[in-house]
Structures are given as C-alpha cells and as structure tokens.
C-alpha cells in the first residue's frame, strides 16, 4: 500500500491511502511524507499427506519506506502496490512464496521509494521425537 500524509495543519489535502496501481498527478505543489509498504510474504506449507516430522514458518512483513518530499504539480508520480506472496499449500511440503515491492517513483524527479516484499516462509524436517 501507499500512503501520502499531510504536513502538520488542518490545510492541505486530506491522508490518501493508494491500495491499487496508478499514476497520481496532482494539482497543486505540496509538501507529503509518503509511506510504501510492501506485500507480505506467504507462510510454509506442510501438506496432509506428509507424517508429522515437518514443520513451517509464517511469512515475514513487507518492508516500510518512509520519506518526506515535495510533490510538483502536474508531474506523474507511479504507484505500484506489491502483492502478498502466493499460497504455497498443496499435499506435499513447500517453502512459502515471497510478496512483492510496493514503489512510488518519478523518474524526471529522481523519486523513487520502494517498500520491499516480506521473504516467505519455510518449510523444515525434524526428527521424529
């Protein structure tokens, strides 16, 4: 997800939360701070069909990028929101999938901010006890 938060007072635009893709051109020239979050990872997956001698792991959070900047009228800013790692289940024992980058960039700006996807999960054998 995006996120654009205003600076201080009452005046300015309202906080703007962007939880799909798109180019966001604004109006006006503002001062934001933009938080970019990226897409969790998927967990382990131990299948039905496997004995009890496995174990998985939850996935990890997408990162936070956090940064303060001058938004310019008229430019084209991209957001692309990173999606949460894919299911990873089935019968059988799998690693979990990871999520992807959410960004926020402009390139004739030089603006580019990336929260990272979260690693997925892991799946792992241990002795019977």
């Given amino acids: 997800m995006a996120f654009l938060g205003q600076r ?11 939880r799909d ?3 966001f051109s604004p109006d006006i020239t503002f001062e934001a701070y933009v938080y970019v979050i990226g897409g969790g990872g998927s967990g382990g997956a131990v299948g039905t069909a496997i004995s009890n001698n496995y174990a998985a792991s939850g996935g990890g959070a997408g990162g936070c990028a956090v940064s303060r900047l001058i938004l310019t009228a008229n430019q084209n800013y991209v957001i692309t929101i990173g999606a949460g790692g894919n299911y990873a289940g089935g019968a ?12 926020f960039v402009n390139s004739g700006e030089s603006v580019s901010i990336t929260g990272n996807g979260g690693a997925g999960g892991n799946q792992s054998s241990h002795g019977a006890g």
């Fill in 21 to 23: 893709g798109m180019t």
């Fill in 92 to 103: 059988g024992v799998s690693d979990g999938n990871d999520g992807t980058n959410t960004t």
């Fill in 8 to 18: 201080g007072s009452t005046n300015g635009i309202p906080n703007m939360l962007f």
